[in-house]
């Protein structure tokens, strides 16, 4: 039975590791935002967990990893790794519906789409509706393309006119 | 796990997380940032494909990290000078993005240049003629009309080499200009909407455009000597001067050598604010 206990063993690591909260954005685990990339166990029992930035700055990456291997020691495994994982790049669309739903809940918009293909340069208007993630109303702007961390842009409402974070879109 | 993704296990042993278990009572480990450094490679495999030449990986990446740290070192000292919050906000974050770069390629080039040296080795305790980054990155940052010209230049420059860097044969360089590439494509967005506000905008605005515009021209062609990107940036500068009024600038021949480690006056005041309390300090921690 040594098998089975194995499987419920990573198992059991991989929904602690999937619970720990982001840093900068605690509403969301790391398994919403999508950064923990997998958690295995190899034959001598060492539980390997690996992460993957969201930005190449970002200086959440070392707390995350500080948490991640703290958690699961603390929930009795006593060999953890902890691992970079640089390729495939992360992208916005790996957050969750949950994590999207998380984020809209405590006022911060969802990303769309992530663009693919050729990066080009367009000059046109950019008319992308990120609605109001406390009224709702489709009627709002940006007001900086950069905000308080490398993964959102500041927007506001003209409607109820709330100030709001907007996670972009990579 | 393809072949071409890099990451293998390291030992857990770090000094983050002895820190956070201190911490750690089942509730969010939390502690300030800042309370030691870490390796940006921490648990990628370090290992170099076989047919790629160490030294001249190790050569590609310092000089891609050298006009990163540089040009984020330009874009902080808009910090409390930007002429709104929120562009302050923009800069700082594109100097984010822009370090971070800066030391995943220099924990890159530690690994594979036989020095075992660390991004700190790289950024704080090389001089001046050790450092090769291109000449327009470490001109003053002049007006906001300059800052933005010159980012404009040099997003769209590093955004064309890194997208072919994406596909190079060592897979952590590839995985850092692939990662790289998105961040630009909105450094080059950024910098582009304001060349076209300000360039269509009033007359003074038009003027330091053009001004800024004959500023950089100059260190265009050492841009184009580092990497054979000048059709990329010269439709991009199409663009962008076209939409926003303005005379495209044309490219002479290099001049300049940054590359070699032959700089301006501007680069030794620059390290010197950025090295001093590395270097007052060599060994701390905290």
């Not at chain 1, 001598?44 to 699961?72: F, H, N």
């Not at chain 1, 916005?92 to 340069?121: C, F, M, N, Q």
């Not at chain 2, 590439?181 to 450094?187: A, C, G």
């Not at chain 2, 100059?218 to 841009?223: R, V």
Request: hydrophobic residues 40%.
């Amino acid at each position: 039975m040594v098998t089975v206990t194995a499987i419920e063993d990573v198992r059991r690591a991989r929904g602690i590791a999937e619970r720990v909260p982001d840093p900068e954005l605690p509403m969301l685990t790391l398994a919403d935002l999508g950064v923990l990339r997998d958690v295995e166990m190899t034959a001598d029992g060492t539980v390997v967990a690996s992460l993957t930035p969201t930005y190449s700055g970002c200086p959440a990456m070392a707390e995350m990893r500080a948490a991640v291997a703290a958690r699961l020691r603390a929930a009795g495994y006593a060999r953890v790794r902890i691992r970079t994982v640089l390729d495939p790049p992360w992208t916005s669309d790996w957050i969750t519906p949950a994590g999207r739903r998380k984020l809209t809940e405590h006022g911060i918009a969802p990303p769309g789409a992530a663009p693919h293909g050729p990066v080009v340069l367009s000059l046109l208007p950019t008319r992308r509706t990120v609605p109001c993630p406390r009224c709702g109303s489709p009627d709002t702007e940006e007001t900086s393309r950069f905000a308080a961390t490398s993964c959102k842009a500041l927007w506001r409402c003209r409607a109820c006119r709330e100030p709001f974070e907007y996670v972009k879109e990579i | 796990m393809s072949d071409g993704e890099s990451a293998i296990d390291h030992d857990d042993d770090h000094v983050y997380l002895s820190l956070a278990e201190g911490h750690d009572d089942g509730s969010d480990a939390r502690w300030a940032f800042g309370t030691g450094f870490e390796d940006p490679l921490y648990g990628v495999d370090t290992s170099v494909p076989e047919g790629v030449d160490a030294g001249e990986l190790a050569a590609v990446c310092v000089e891609l990290a050298d006009d990163a740290v540089v040009s984020a070192q330009r874009l902080a000292q808009w910090c409390t000078r930007a002429p709104e919050l929120e562009e302050e906000v923009a800069l700082a974050n594109i100097g984010l993005d822009l370090l971070g770069q800066a030391r995943l390629l220099y924990a890159r080039a530690g690994q594979v240049d036989g020095t075992g040296r660390g991004e700190d080795a790289y950024a704080y305790f090389r001089d001046a003629d050790d450092f090769r980054n291109v000449l327009l990155a470490e001109l003053p940052i002049g007006d906001f009309a300059f800052s933005i010209t010159r980012l404009l230049v040099l997003s769209s420059w590093r955004l064309a080499h890194l997208e072919r860097l994406a596909a190079h044969r060592d897979p952590v360089l590839a995985a850092i200009a692939a990662k790289a590439v998105k961040e630009l494509t909105y450094h080059r967005q950024y910098a582009a909407e304001w060349a076209v506000r300000l360039g269509d905008g009033t007359d003074e605005s038009h003027r330091r455009m053009r001004a800024a515009l004959d500023q950089v021209a100059p260190y265009l062609g050492e841009l184009f000597t580092a990497y054979d990107v000048q059709g990329e940036v010269v439709e991009v500068l199409r663009q962008v001067t076209e939409a926003a009024g303005l005379p495209m600038p044309s490219v002479p021949p290099a001049r300049g050598a940054g590359r070699e480690g032959q700089h301006t006056e501007h680069l030794a005041p620059l390290l010197a604010e950025l090295q001093s309390v590395a270097r007052a300090h060599p060994e701390a921690t905290w």
